[in-house]
């Protein structure tokens, strides 16, 4: 790995803020390599240097995972000129270059987005193979019935002719217009899309789980979080 700022490295794991790192090194509780650092715009390799964070050695991640709750307007990818992108809503203590995220949500569509730079891992866990489910809210514009909710349980086919996996489906308002959809693949608008084959139309659409682990409901539209390993590996529960 490349060096980087001081800094910028003890923030990226979240536990310190890039102001709290400054005031660490004032009071001399930064140590690189033994020696006490007051600069903490000093360049490092954390995975060569010997860093201590007020007597503990600091344990530094290749890799970063965010979970963002992604709020109404905002593009799920890296860039998009004249746009807000998810990326761009990663504050300036966890941003690191090639960030992207692992899984796309429409621009309206709201809730769990992950974010990282681990390539692998963002494969693993959307490969048709391993079919990660997804959770959904949906709010449609008419209430629905039994035939639909069996359609959409038996395995929808779209207006291409392509053939959606069955799907769990269940009503959670006595008015039969919020649903919950559980998904085992991803396609393009696919909830909209099979809404739509039952004659339906989305009116709002929140993801609030990926896999085994759920939008932490502390985090307010646009706020992000650090995922621990133990969340990460509910991701990739089935």
Do not use: W
């Not at 809503?89 to 941003?95: G, N, T």
């Not at 629905?144 to 349980?153: K, M, S, T, W, Y």
């Not at 929140?206 to 409901?217: A, F, I, K, N, T």
């Amino acid at each position: 790995m490349s060096q980087q700022r001081l800094d910028k490295i003890i923030a990226s794991q979240g536990k310190y803020s890039r102001s709290d790192v400054k005031k660490l090194a004032r009071n001399g509780d930064i140590t690189v390599n033994g020696k006490s650092v007051s600069d903490c715009g000093m360049k490092v390799d954390p995975e060569k240097d010997s860093i201590t964070v007020c007597g503990e050695s600091f344990g530094y991640s290749r890799f970063i995972y965010i979970m963002l709750n992604k709020p109404e307007g905002v593009v799920s990818a890296s860039r998009s000129p004249g746009e807000k992108t998810v990326v761009d809503l990663v504050p300036e203590e966890l941003y690191r270059d090639g960030l992207f995220p692992a899984g796309r949500l429409d621009k309206d569509t709201t809730g769990f987005v992950l974010i990282t730079d681990d390539g692998a891992f963002a494969h693993d866990i959307l490969s048709p193979k391993k079919h990660i489910e997804k959770t959904y809210i949906a709010q449609l514009d008419r209430p629905i019935g039994e035939a639909e909710l069996d359609e959409f349980r038996s395995g929808i086919t779209l207006g291409d002719g392509y053939e959606c996996l069955p799907a769990s489906i269940s009503v959670l308002s006595d008015d039969g217009l919020i649903v919950e959809i559980k998904l085992r693949e991803g396609k393009y608008h696919q909830i909209k899309r099979m809404a739509a084959a039952c004659g339906s139309h989305v009116n709002k659409l929140h993801r609030v789980s990926m896999g085994g682990l759920e939008l932490d409901g502390s985090l307010n539209p646009g706020e992000c979080r650090l995922l621990d390993d133990t969340e990460l590996a509910k991701i990739k529960e089935v």
